[in-house]
């Protein structure tokens, strides 16, 4: 793949300057470098394939060359303060936007694994890395990080994976157009953005997440809770009722979710 195809692909969509490796360590990486350099809000840094890919908490990313989709965002917001519910939103901007193009364009029941992931008959099929850069206490740009398993390709052998993963390709059965599924994700995000915060964009976020009243377990560094999941809070949060009928609000950070099973 040529930079000249990414271009032709995005042509006429909204965003910032852009910025195409063959290869890369990771797209964040480069992202964030270029944000301190001054890049402006929507510009874009894909690569065709990544040889350090990363996920939340030190995990590892994969993305093989030609067979899947990385990119990433920076975002500028005027902020300080606190950002936490901010930064889940970004997070779910991201999962919202596949899961809308998977839906629109390819008839995939996409769902969203609160917090990143977004699963198709329950298998991960694209993760989310948005990572806050600061200045003082002026957030001074979000990395919005996605990465999509397009063929079959891109799938991480399973012993590396610690969920089961899946690709458009194997989902639809037919051949996909990656830069046209790019295309699609984009325009999603460039259109959901304007709704970030509101109840419309949680109602949308809370409709389309997985294990909806299902018992899951939550797993963080010192946390383990399971419970039935009832939704979101207004921030963002991930709802549980526990078996003790207590409610419990779960935030962001290096949290896992897994579904239990049939009682
Ligand atoms: C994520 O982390 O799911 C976030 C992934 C974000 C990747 C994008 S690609 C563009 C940008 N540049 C980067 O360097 N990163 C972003 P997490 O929830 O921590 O999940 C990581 C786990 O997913 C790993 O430990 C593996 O088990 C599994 N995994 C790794 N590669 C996978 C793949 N291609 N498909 C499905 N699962 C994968």
């Keep these: ?17 852009l910025r195409f490796f063959k290869t890369i360590s990771s797209t964040n990486d480069e992202a964030a470098r270029w944000a301190e350099q001054g890049a402006p809000d929507l510009a874009l840094v894909f690569a065709d ?38 930064m889940a939103g970004i997070s779910a901007l991201g999962s919202l936007a596949v899961s809308d193009a998977l839906i629109q364009h390819y008839a995939l029941a996409a769902q969203i694994k609160w917090p990143n992931d977004v699963l198709v008959n329950r298998k991960k099929l694209a993760g989310v890395l948005a990572e806050a850069h600061w200045q003082g206490d002026r957030l001074s740009a979000v990395i919005l990080g996605i990465g999509v398993n397009v063929t079959r390709q891109a799938v991480p052998p399973l012993e590396s994976s610690i969920y089961p993963a899946t690709s458009v390709q194997e989902e639809t059965d037919q051949p996909v157009e990656r830069l046209e599924l790019l295309r699609h994700i984009l325009s999603a995000l460039l259109l959901r953005r304007g709704s970030l915060g509101t109840e419309e964009f949680l109602y949308a976020w809370e409709e389309r997440l997985a294990f909806r009243g299902e018992w899951v377990q939550i797993s963080g560094q010192d946390t383990q809770l399971d419970g039935r999941l009832a939704g979101l809070g207004r921030d963002g949060a991930l709802r549980l009722i526990t078996q003790a009928g207590q409610e419990v609000a779960v935030y962001t950070g290096d949290v896992r979710l897994r579904p239990l099973g049939p009682e």
């Design 1 to 17: 793949m040529e930079e000249s195809h990414l271009v032709a692909a995005l042509a006429g969509l909204p965003l910032g300057p």
């Design 49 to 86: 394939e990544q040889k350090a890919g990363r996920g939340r908490a030190g995990r590892r990313w994969f993305t093989s060359a030609s067979a899947a989709l990385a990119f990433s965002l920076v975002l500028r917001f005027d902020r300080s303060g606190d950002s936490s519910g901010l």
